[in-house]
């Protein structure tokens, strides 16, 4: 049995809902006759992620690890590019702890690319009408110290992994302001871009990058 671990995170600053959970939660079961998905919720709390995140890799050993969390202000589905070995929180994690300029992992490089075929994904999303595009931040919050001890962890093993940021609700975005994307599409857009990271061994050369 193959397996592939997704996680979403557990509400943050004083929501009570967080869409990356709702998401992955709604993937959890079987995909396909040999393939398995398990979703598992990690706590958006710096002290708790990393040791949580560890024990799903021991406890599952997934050959594939898509971790998502929700980017207030995306506006499409984010496929991150690179994790950086900074903590530096603008607002308090769920137990009121709100690192500055500390590193993720004392003497880690300073950053960890994903593994995951960015490109090839960012394509069969749009191709099924999903707004996607790639990242190059993660931010300085939980989700990015995730994404890189996920990077750390899984450095020169086979195990593809990588991170998503997906975009507020509609309901949240009402309170906010900023813009949203339907739970609905946000499953259907992970589902793909886990199919697509199961299926692309080489990504596709195409450029996505920035001009500034
Ligand atoms: N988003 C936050 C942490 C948890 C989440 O879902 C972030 O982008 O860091």
Known sequence: MRTVLL???????QDTINPSWEAVRALDGRLQDDIRIV?????????????????LLEEFEPELVIAVGLGPGRSDVCIER?????????????????????????????????????KA??????????????????????CNQVFYCLQHALAGSAVRSGFIHVPELPEQAARSGGPSMPLS????????????????????????????
């Open 121 to 142: 994904m960012v394509q069969a999303l749009k191709a099924a009408g999903i707004a996607a595009s790639v990242s190059h931040t993660a931010g300085t919050f939980v």
């Open 7 to 13: 996680t979403g995170f557990e509400p943050f600053d």
């Open 185 to 212: 599409t946000q499953i259907e857009g992970l589902r793909i871009a886990l199919i697509t990271a199961l299926n692309t061994v080489q990504d596709v050369r195409q450029s996505g990058g920035q001009v500034s």
């Open 82 to 118: 690179v994790a950086i070995n900074l903590n530096d929180a603008r607002i308090p994690d769920n137990l009121g702890e709100q690192p500055i300029d500390t590193p993720v992992v004392l003497q880690g490089p300073a950053a960890y690319f994903t593994t995951l075929p960015l």
């Open 39 to 55: 979703a598992r919720q990690l706590p958006c709390v710096f002290a708790q992620a990393p040791a949580r995140l560890k024990q």
